[in-house]
């Protein structure tokens, strides 16, 4: 099974550009009502309100998720659509290797755990971002992972 959400780049590189904007905006208008001498809360609220954005945009993690298990391979990929936040995570191992998964589902984020077994310690945790797949995305991954586990444990 194949699943990626590379048709939502555009909207994602969209909303990378906005949050910006709207960062940047508060910072200016922040600077010229400062300027006034007097300070009060609409002045910081200019300042707060667009890194709040800022940073619940780059907490929520990578946008870009593509995940194919066909073959004898699994592959997982996580990127963002920003070059400059954090760098691409690819990551592709044999099936059989995969021991277990964990879909963490917290207010602001999602993340994918994936434990792998292999051979210089006893496994090791890889972590995906899946913040920005929707739920029906969201159990088709589920329920290939639950496939390949069930035909690991055969």
């Known amino acids: 099974m194949r699943l990626n959400n590379r048709n939502k780049a555009g909207y994602f590189q969209f909303l990378s550009i906005l949050v910006l904007m709207v960062l940047v905006g508060g910072i200016v208008l922040y600077f010229i009502d400062r300027s006034n001498e007097h300070l009060n809360l609409g002045s910081v609220l200019l300042l707060i309100i667009p890194l709040f954005f800022a940073l619940v945009f780059y907490l929520r993690g990578s946008q870009i998720f593509e995940y194919d298990s066909d073959g004898e ?25 995969m021991l277990n998964y964990e879909i963490v589902n917290m207010l602001l984020f999602k993340r994918l755990y994936v434990t792998i077994s292999s051979k210089k310690s006893k ?32």
């Open 73 to 97: 391979a699994l592959n997982f990929r996580n990127k963002n659509v920003v070059f400059f936040l954090n760098k691409a995570k690819s990551d592709e191992f044999p099936k059989y290797k």
């Open 123 to 154: 496994s090791i945790i890889l972590k995906y971002d899946i913040s920005y797949l929707s739920r029906k995305e969201v159990a088709d991954l589920k329920s290939s992972l639950k496939k390949v586990l069930r035909k690991n444990n055969e």
